[in-house]
């Protein structure tokens, strides 16, 4: 049997229908690339903390931006961004579904 002349294509035309909230972090006074920044977000009564790393593997890249779930929350309550160089940036209210393009300030 050739594995050539059988080919099975998967589509997944709904995926969830939870909310998320993608920061793609530059830094300025610290690396351009904002690696040891720290977010920690809170949506909904729940609080995520997460950590902008480098990369992570042999001859790979994985996307460098932080990447939130939000289950059904449609806002962000608030985001907390702690640039390694020490600063610090709030952000409140923000609406879910949306990449947001934070500098260090």
């Known amino acids: 049997m050739n594995l050539n002349d059988h080919s099975v294509f998967l589509r997944n035309n709904k995926g969830n229908q939870n909310n998320w909230l993608i920061i793609k972090l530059e830094g300025t006074s610290s690396n351009r690339d904002a690696i040891g920044t720290r977010v920690k977000l ?4 729940k609080t ?9 593997g042999y001859i ?44 260090e300030p």
């Open 48 to 56: 995520q903390i997460a950590q902008r790393k480098g990369t992570t």
């Open 60 to 103: 790979s890249q994985n996307d460098p931006r932080i990447h939130f779930g939000l289950a059904k929350n449609e806002i962000v309550d608030r985001i907390e961004i702690i640039w390694p160089t020490g600063k610090t940036q709030t952000l409140e209210n923000i609406k879910a579904n949306q990449i947001l393009e934070l500098i």
């Open 42 to 45: 809170t949506s909904g009564g």
